[in-house]
């Protein structure tokens, strides 16, 4: 009874065995499933990116052209004022007594240019007819004239002092957004460049300034001869990203690029303009920008996932008619949202596969998954 039932377990793990080595040749010998894509061929517009920093569309500098005590604020930080709109009030006695003064210089000279008026008046007659000397007419004339000067200088003096009283108040120069104020009620403030009290910036449009090199500059201007156009005569072309990595929704334009490379670091200052709707965007802020720097015609790309580099060589597998896996050397060229630019190895009849595998090897025959993709999506979709 025992030897029946070892000779029993033997033959069944013979047949056991059999069956699992059958399966392995059989799956052994199923040919690999592998997507493959199409090259594509298309016409390219080649990005660069570049920092840049937000200025408003006009940044003016609020300055104190009289001295004295800020006695009042009208305005909340942080908020918009408009154009003539009171900021602050600067203690407005010591320039009210000036104005008086000047008015009071004023009427002395004008009471003093009567007299000689009338004296010169009185004298002219008399002096026809010889009852006075010449010498008095001279001298009347000479008076007559410097009480007119008088009154002119103190014309001058008490527009002077108008002006400087109309100074204590200080106004908006134009409409925007006014920042925090660097003096506050009870503070002396003196006039001069450095004495900055705030900063008024309209924020409609939004500038955006930044570098780029001269061998960059160089390469953008042999471009733009080529295209046969001029910076800012392409409408609304840069776009923005900013610091979270949202994109901006609305494009830019190209302003306009300095007038010379800075030859200290051997960069180019250049200006873009992006309208401000929302208010979103502030001066200050740091921002990406992509512009439009390099055009290839009927340029030959493949995805990225599809290209394996190996010490410093870029290979992709490519797939023949009898669906076996080649491995063909490419020159790749700069990159283009999920795809590289081939500029050397493949033509567009060239079918590649999408995404390496460890069991994928040279001459390996595969069963081809047709997929479709485009260079501009960053989607893949199976054929059925």
Same mark, same amino acid.
């Given at each position: 009874?025992?030897?029946?039932?070892?000779? @029993?377990?033997?033959?069944?793990?013979?047949?056991?065995?059999?069956?699992?080595?059958?399966?392995?040749?059989?799956?052994?010998? &199923?040919?690999?499933?592998?997507?493959?894509?199409?090259?594509?061929?298309?016409?390219?517009?080649?990005?660069?990116?570049? !920092?840049?920093? !937000?200025?408003?569309?006009?940044?003016?500098?609020?300055?104190?052209?009289?001295?004295?005590?800020?006695? =009042?604020?009208?305005?909340?930080?942080?908020?918009?004022? $408009?154009?003539?709109?009171?900021? *602050? !009030?600067?203690?407005?006695?010591?320039?009210?007594? #000036?104005?008086?003064?000047?008015?009071?210089?004023?009427?002395?000279?004008?009471?003093?240019?009567?007299?000689?008026?009338?004296?010169?008046?009185?004298?002219? /007659?008399?002096?026809?007819?010889?009852?006075?000397?010449?010498?008095?007419?001279?001298?009347?004339?000479?008076?007559?004239?410097? =009480?007119?000067?008088?009154?002119?200088?103190?014309?001058?003096?008490?527009?002077?002092?108008?002006?400087?009283?109309?100074?204590?108040?200080?106004?908006?120069?134009?409409?925007?957004?006014?920042?925090?104020?660097?003096?506050?009620?009870?503070?002396?403030?003196? /006039?001069?460049?450095?004495?900055?009290?705030?900063?008024?910036?309209?924020?409609?449009?939004?500038?955006?300034?930044?570098?780029? =090199?001269?061998?960059? *500059?160089?390469?953008?201007?042999?471009?733009?001869?080529? #295209? +046969? @156009? =001029?910076?800012?005569?392409?409408?609304?072309?840069?776009? #923005?990203?900013?610091?979270? +990595?949202?994109?901006?929704? &609305?494009?830019?334009?190209?302003?306009?690029?300095?007038?010379?490379?800075?030859?200290?670091?051997?960069?180019?200052? &250049?200006?873009?303009?992006?309208?401000?709707?929302?208010?979103?965007?502030? /001066?200050?802020?740091?921002?990406? &920008?992509?512009?439009?720097?390099? @055009?290839?015609?009927?340029?030959?790309?493949?995805?990225?996932?599809?290209?394996?580099?190996?010490?410093?060589?870029?290979?992709? @597998?490519?797939?023949?008619?009898?669906?076996?896996?080649?491995?063909?050397?490419?020159?790749?060229?700069?990159? *283009?949202?999920?795809?590289?630019?081939?500029?050397?190895?493949? !033509?567009?009849?060239?079918?590649?596969?999408?995404?390496?595998?460890?069991?994928?090897?040279?001459? $390996?025959?595969?069963?081809?998954?047709?997929?479709?993709?485009?260079?501009?999506?960053?989607?893949?979709?199976?054929?059925?």
């Amino acid at each position: 009874m025992k030897n029946l039932c070892l000779v @029993f377990l033997i033959v069944i793990t013979a047949l056991g065995s059999s069956s699992c080595k059958d399966k392995k040749e059989v799956q052994a010998a &199923l040919p690999l499933e592998v997507p493959v894509v199409q090259v594509m061929q298309q016409d390219v517009a080649l990005e660069s990116e570049y !920092t840049g920093q !937000t200025y408003g569309e006009s940044d003016v500098e609020i300055r104190t052209r009289v001295e004295g005590w800020v006695l =009042s604020m009208h305005f909340k930080e942080g908020s918009m004022v $408009s154009r003539g709109q009171l900021l *602050y !009030t600067i203690d407005p006695l010591p320039y009210q007594n #000036m104005v008086d003064q000047a008015s009071a210089a004023l009427a002395e000279a004008q009471t003093g240019l009567i007299k000689a008026k009338n004296d010169l008046e009185r004298i002219e /007659p008399l002096a026809a007819i010889g009852a006075v000397s010449q010498r008095e007419l001279v001298a009347a004339q000479a008076q007559n004239d410097a =009480s007119k000067s008088k009154v002119e200088s103190c014309e001058a003096s008490l527009r002077n002092a108008r002006i400087q009283l109309g100074y204590c108040r200080v106004v908006a120069p134009i409409s925007g957004i006014i920042g925090i104020s660097s003096v506050k009620v009870g503070d002396y403030v003196s /006039p001069g460049p450095q004495f900055i009290v705030n900063t008024v910036s309209n924020i409609d449009n939004i500038r955006v300034r930044f570098t780029i =090199s001269e061998k960059e *500059y160089l390469r953008i201007m042999r471009l733009i001869q080529v #295209m +046969g @156009f =001029s910076i800012g005569e392409r409408g609304d072309v840069v776009k #923005m990203i900013l610091s979270d +990595g949202t994109p901006y929704p &609305l494009k830019g334009k190209m302003n306009f690029a300095d007038r010379q490379v800075d030859p200290s670091t051997g960069a180019m200052t &250049l200006e873009a303009q992006f309208k401000n709707t929302d208010n979103l965007l502030r /001066p200050g802020q740091y921002v990406k &920008l992509k512009l439009v720097t390099d @055009f290839r015609d009927d340029a030959i790309l493949i995805p990225q996932r599809a290209v394996i580099e190996m010490q410093g060589l870029f290979r992709v @597998f490519t797939v023949a008619d009898s669906n076996k896996a080649e491995i063909r050397n490419i020159k790749i060229g700069p990159a *283009y949202n999920i795809s590289y630019i081939v500029e050397a190895g493949l !033509t567009t009849n060239d079918r590649i596969v999408l995404g390496g595998t460890q069991l994928l090897r040279e001459g $390996s025959v595969i069963k081809p998954m047709e997929t479709l993709w485009s260079p501009d999506s960053t989607t893949f979709s199976s054929v059925k």
